[in-house]
T-cell receptor, first 115, second 116 residues
């Protein structure tokens, strides 16, 4: 099955600076890579996603890049704001062998925005 | 639309008790999923369903059962609760055109379950 590794586990940045979170995946058949933001006690909320036929996608201050050859993808947040503080999860679809179509998640990155 | 709803929000069970976690969606999504999230960890897939009458195991199915009699509902059953099942359970749904082409998954608010 798919395995997703996420780094770092905690990231502290000054307000206004950029934050980068990196993930690697193991299954070359995976074709969908979403990023979720989860605030304490809340449900995961999709913030951006990318499919394997695209190398980069941007939505205002948030961007995701995908390197299929190296099997890694990254989340970039620019001009960070206090409301960006949360836990961020990367995930990959597990489309191998006709098995689960659910997502395999990384363990999460706790992003702390310092005022 | 209410989106994905889950009941109850919180529950405490004793070891060996049984319960059903309810999940419903009103977006006419064909795919539904159950995940569990342990403290400080990512979500792990328990079961999923690609449509009414069809269910499949995910990464961590032991100790759970599901059914999908309608498009809208996807209940998760715990038969003999164990402390290892203490977790937050999230239901999710998505619209998928075909297997292997997953669309955006929308999550419910979660059920926090404690087994003592």
């Amino acid at each position: 099955g798919e395995n997703v590794e996420q780094h770092p586990s905690t990231l502290s940045v000054q307000e206004g600076d950029s934050a980068v979170i990196k993930c690697t995946y193991s299954d070359s058949a995976s074709n969908y890579f979403p990023w979720y933001k989860q605030e304490l006690g809340k449900r995961p909320q999709l913030i951006i996603d990318i499919r394997s036929n695209v190398g980069e996608k941007k939505d205002q201050r948030i961007a995701v890049t995908l390197n299929k050859t190296a099997k890694h993808f990254s989340l970039h947040i620019t001009e960070t704001q206090p409301e960006d503080s949360a836990v961020y999860f990367c995930a990959a679809s597990d489309a191998s062998g006709g098995g689960a179509d659910g997502l395999t998640f990384g363990k999460g990155t706790h992003l702390i925005i310092q005022p | 639309n209410a989106g994905v709803t889950q009941t109850p929000k919180f529950r405490i069970l004793k070891i060996g008790q049984s319960m059903t976690l309810q999940c419903a969606q009103d977006m006419n999504h064909n795919y539904m999923y159950w995940y569990r999230q342990d403290p400080g960890m990512g979500l792990k897939l328990i079961y999923y369903s690609v449509g009414a009458g069809i269910t499949d195991k995910g990464e961590v199915p032991n100790g759970y059962n599901v059914s999908r009699s309608t498009t809208e509902d996807f209940p998760l059953r715990l038969e003999l609760a164990a402390p290892s099942q203490t977790s937050v359970y999230f239901c999710a749904s998505s619209y998928s055109y075909h297997r292997g082409d997953t669309d955006t998954q929308y999550f419910g608010p979660g059920t926090r379950l404690t087994v003592l």
